[in-house]
Every structure is written in structure tokens, then in C-alpha cells.
């Protein structure tokens, strides 16, 4: 009598089940990233694996004058070179990775993106102007950071200045 398998229903090996589950892993966590500009979930939030030793940007913004006063366009790399004082973004609710996105990844400033900027400090705008920097970093050394601080936007109680410096598609209205 032979074997109940020998009858053409054959397992197949255990290699074959692991490699079939680990192509469909890989082909889902492929499709995953490809839909999310090559970010996925774990990797993202935590630099260190995603973006460990290549060049980041991020924002930081700062307090000025209500009218814009004395504000100069330059690029400076040390903090202590900055104009008037940081904004808490934290206190107002606003979170950084919003301003650096808004800074780093449009690509064209037309007047629906410079609402969104302006809608999110909305509350502060009466009292003070506010000057965003984009905030680039690349490893210089093996042992240092090479950071630089470009002034990208101005905004004021009732204006929106870009730096004229850079070459950013804008729109007509601000």
C-alpha cells in the first residue's frame, strides 16, 4: 500500500513556503515605500535609521521686528548669528516637522501654500513678525556638522516676503 502523499498531493518544502512569505513581505513593504516618497513608518521618525549621515533640513524660526525692521537676506552658520529672539513653537502647538516640510518640500509658493504658512501662526502675526529659516546640515568632518541658516520667509503682520536670494517658483499673491 502506498503512502497517502505519494498520490500526487506533495508538501512542499519548508525553503519554498519561507521564501514565497518573504518575497510577499518585501513586495508589500516595497509598494509601501514607493506610495510614501521611500519613507516607511519605522524608519522615518527616527533619523538615525532613515537618514543617518546624509544631509538634512530642517526650520527654525525666530521672532522679529513686527515690520520686518533691519532684517538682513544673509546666510550665517552659528545660532548666536541669528536676528531676535526663537519662537517657541512647541508652547503654540505647532510642530516642527510642519514648518521644516513647508520649507524642504514645496515647490511652488502660491497663494494657497502662503495662507497654510501664515493660517499656522495666525495668533502671533499682530504682535510680531516672524523670520523662518531653512536650516541645512551635512557632516563636514568625521567629527563635525557643517550647519548653515538661510533666511527663506518673512512674514509680517500683513505681508509675506520671500528672500529674494533664492530662486523659488512663487505666484503673483501674497
Known amino acids: 500500500m502506498e503512502h497517502p502523499t505519494a ?14 512569505a518573504s518575497a510577499g513581505t518585501l513586495l508589500v513593504y516595497a509598494l509601501l515605500t514607493a506610495t510614501h516618497l521611500g ?11 532613515s537618514r543617518g549621515g546624509h544631509p538634512w533640513v530642517r ?6 521686528p513686527a515690520g520686518g525692521e533691519g532684517i538682513s537676506w ?8 541669528l536676528p531676535g529672539h526663537p519662537f517657541p513653537l512647541g508652547e503654540t502647538g505647532i510642530n516642527q516637522n510642519d514648518i521644516a516640510n513647508f520649507v524642504s518640500k514645496s515647490a511652488v509658493w502660491d497663494a494657497q501654500r502662503i495662507r497654510g ?19 541645512e546640515g551635512r557632516l563636514h568632518e568625521p567629527d563635525s556638522v557643517a550647519v548653515t541658516y ?10 509675506t516676503y520671500f528672500n ?11
Open 39 to 49: 519613507e516607511f513608518w519605522p524608519f522615518s521618525i527616527y533619523p538615525m535609521f
Open 150 to 159: 538661510t533666511p527663506f520667509i518673512l512674514l509680517t503682520p500683513d505681508s
Open 74 to 81: 544673509q546666510t550665517v552658520h552659528t545660532p548666536e548669528a
Open 59 to 64: 526650520a527654525v524660526v525666530r521672532e522679529v
Open 117 to 135: 504658512m501664515r493660517k499656522l501662526f495666525r495668533s502671533t502675526l499682530d504682535e510680531v513678525g516672524l523670520l523662518i529659516y531653512r536650516v
Open 7 to 20: 498520490q500526487g498531493t506533495r508538501r512542499r518544502p519548508a525553503y519554498r513556503r519561507a521564501l514565497r
Open 164 to 174: 529674494p536670494g533664492l530662486s523659488l517658483p512663487t505666484s503673483d499673491a501674497r
